[in-house]
């Protein structure tokens, strides 16, 4: 019975996150342009890309076609963002916190809703990729018998670098929710996620040092998280799939600590 009010309590905060959610204008836009970026951009790579005849093509073909993952991760990150800072803005967080006075409730019923969002737009965003890289690529010369495998689901690797795509981005929506709920201003939130995404990546890029690039590249939350697409030569990889997704979840639990650390200690 001493469980009952809590279990009220997080069942309150789950429908009312998701009916706040599912009533505002422009969350299902983002949703339809999570997927809309992420196979039109990976769709325009598969279609750009060719293996020509007596050539050896160093092409990862899943890698190349979960591409558009790197700009449906932003819309993600500004969609998880606005869950927060849209209620900072308006003054809306202090009917939230009114209604369900646990802070902590609050922060995971959030994080709750948009990850289960997330991660149906996500999976429906790497579906369309892999099909537009079936579709296409066997076309320009990635076939079976020059060694690359059929883009399929029935493939271990291909299955990881799917499922991985769709798990990070879950954890790039937590670690922009994270972000939203520390700073408490969308703008200020929408510009750190978008630096992290891109700007971490630039800087490694350019790091003139071999050996602190590789470092770099083993810390960035993109740069480790986006090897979980890899499906070949994985051991010249800066950082292994899964530990890089590790990496990542280890960025987005960092956000959503900061985020309810300030939550429950600073006023509204």
């Known amino acids: ?49 060719r293996c020509p005849a007596g050539l050896a093509c160093p092409i990862d073909s899943a890698k190349l076609t979960l591409t558009g993952v790197q700009l449906g991760q932003a819309v993600a990150a500004v969609l998880a963002v606005l869950v927060v800072g849209g209620e900072y803005s308006t003054g809306m967080i202090r009917v ?105 990546p630039i800087i490694a890029a350019v790091a003139a040092c071999p050996h602190w690039q590789r470092h770099l590249q083993q810390i960035g939350p993109t740069t480790a998280g986006l090897e979980i697409e890899a499906t070949r030569n994985l051991g010249s990889l800066p950082i292994g799939p899964w530990a890089g997704l590790g990496v990542l979840a280890a960025w987005a639990a960092a956000a959503m600590v900061a985020g309810g650390l300030q939550l429950r200690f600073r006023d509204v």
């Open 1 to 49: 019975m001493s469980q009952a009010p809590p279990l009220a309590a997080a069942r309150f905060a789950l429908r009312a996150e998701w009916t706040k959610l599912r009533t505002l204008p422009g969350t299902f836009w983002l949703l339809a342009a999570v997927v809309a970026a992420t196979v039109g951009v990976s769709t325009a790579a598969a279609a750009a890309t």
């Open 96 to 200: 939230t916190l009114t209604a369900v006075p646990r802070r902590s409730m609050v922060l995971a019923a959030k994080a709750a809703t948009v990850a289960g969002l997330t991660l149906a737009a996500g999976t429906i965003a790497v579906a369309g990729s892999l099909l537009a890289g079936a579709l296409l690529l066997p076309g320009h010369g990635f076939t079976t018998a020059r060694g690359y495998p059929a883009l399929s689901p029935a493939d271990g690797p291909v299955l990881r670098a799917a499922a991985g795509s769709v798990l990070y981005l879950v954890l790039i929506s937590l670690l922009a929710l994270g972000v939203a709920t520390a700073v408490r201003d969308a703008a200020v939130a929408i510009g750190t996620v978008l630096a992290l995404l891109y700007l971490f």
